[in-house]
């Protein structure tokens, strides 16, 4: 026995030590032996690291990036000198764009050290992967043993929806990433501290008081399945609300420093700007969005016509499905007001868990592969969408490169590759 033990800790010290040196020589080939062996526990710190990583090398490939914000803000905050109070004043001023505090105080304090924007974005990056390398794991660690080859679609829809590209919107999706950190560890786990963390997400975006009140609303609400799933339902085929009525009842009840931000996101100029916006992108991006919500309405709708009786006794996962229709069918009735588009993601995030984790745990599911043989083809449509949208913000270091190579770089290398192909 005390042999054994000594060669599988022997065996488990030999494969850490081999992970990271292939994480030194090439963190992409890293991320792939983690993936493999994610049942050691360095393996989600290599993701981690690999996300910092690409937030260090990341390509900003054009004008329109949040990523082109945040580096002329922190680049000219280098060479400001601010104090904690001035940084507050910029916080609560009246029409402020900082109340997304986070993002506001990150820059700051990097750029007492640094003036490289590449280790602003690094810096987001260990904070968005942390999050995103656990939440990943949240799932893995539930698979309940090997994970099934026609499920693997479902994690990796998971990975990808807002997947570590996303820290080029760095505020919105690391917002998303720890509220999804926080109610899930609350509803799968009861640890009511996840509902503190998940809203600290507010301190990233202002938007998530919508989802916090969601997560509020339902702590109280009754766990049926057929009301939410009946809420859901009725939501997909509505289409209008009276937009300027929303608007004037959540800002009435709002402090005035609210106010602006809040009108900011849901007034009539902004839905013509942003409808506008949408009007002109590739025909693909309507298919994408379409292809996953049509593939998650109908795994929903098979479940709980066919499968609900495998959630018996299984108090978390009904109530992983209560959230996640109460989330999809609140987004669904907004879903005219272009600013709550973005939380459609962050609903995948809960509706994607739940499918992953149910199907794991369903092994006489009946319509499981009519189900799968539908939804596989909108789902990989979908990830090669997510994919293609990662493709313009990774360069060849992240792909080929390493650490060393990194900081040896000026980052113009990529930049200049960037542009010669756009």
């Not at 690094?122 to 904070?127: D, H, N, P, Q, T």
């Not at 009007?279 to 499968?307: C, M, P, Q």
């Amino acid at each position: 026995m005390l042999r054994s033990s000594i060669i599988e800790l022997n065996r488990r010290y030999k494969t850490l030590l081999s992970a990271w040196l292939i994480f030194l020589l090439n963190p992409l080939s890293a991320v792939v032996v983690a993936f493999n062996n994610h049942r050691d526990s360095y393996a989600k710190n290599i993701i981690w690291l690999f996300v910092a990583y690409y937030g260090y090398t990341l390509v900003i490939s054009n004008e329109g990036m949040d990523a082109n914000r945040y580096r002329d803000f922190f680049i000219s905050m280098s060479y400001i000198s601010y104090d904690l109070n001035g940084l507050l004043d910029l916080v609560y001023q009246d029409g402020s764009n900082f109340l997304d505090a986070a993002q506001l105080f990150i820059s700051f304090f990097v750029s007492r050290f640094t003036g490289d924007p590449r280790v602003l974005f690094a810096v987001f990056g260990l904070i968005f992967g942390y999050f995103y390398s656990r939440n990943i794991w949240f799932l893995l660690d539930r698979a309940g043993g090997k994970i099934k080859i026609e499920n693997l679609i479902y994690i990796v829809v998971f990975a990808v929806v807002i997947g570590f590209w996303k820290i080029n919107g760095f505020r919105m999706w690391t917002a998303a990433q720890i509220f999804f950190f926080g109610f899930f560890m609350y509803i799968m786990d009861g640890k009511k501290i996840g509902v503190l963390i998940a809203s600290l997400s507010l301190l990233f975006h202002f938007s998530f008081m919508f989802p916090i009140g969601m997560m509020l609303l339902f702590v109280i609400l009754p766990k049926r399945e057929s009301w939410f799933f009946g809420f859901f339902i009725i939501t997909f085929f509505l289409s209008e609300i009276d937009i300027q009525a929303f608007t004037d009842k959540v800002t009435s009840i709002l402090p005035d420093v609210f106010h602006t931000r809040v009108e900011g996101y849901t007034s009539e100029a902004y839905l013509e700007s942003t409808q506008f916006r949408a009007e002109t992108k590739n025909w693909r991006y309507d298919a994408y969005r379409l292809a996953i919500k049509w593939a998650s309405t109908l795994l929903f709708s098979v479940i709980f016509f066919n499968g609900s009786r495998i959630l018996k006794g299984k108090e978390n996962l009904r109530n992983l499905l209560c959230f996640s229709l109460l989330m999809f069918g609140s987004v669904n009735f907004f879903s005219n007001v272009p600013a709550m588009m973005r939380f459609y993601p962050i609903t995948y995030l809960f509706v994607f868990s739940f499918f992953f984790i149910y199907l794991q745990q369903a092994a006489d599911f009946r319509m499981k592969k009519l189900v799968l043989s539908i939804s596989l083809p909108l789902l990989l449509f979908y990830c090669i969408g997510q994919i293609n949208t990662a493709l313009m913000t990774i360069g060849i270091i992240t792909l080929l490169g390493n650490p060393i190579v990194a900081v040896l770089s000026d980052g113009n290398f990529d930049q200049a590759i960037s542009e010669i192909l756009r």
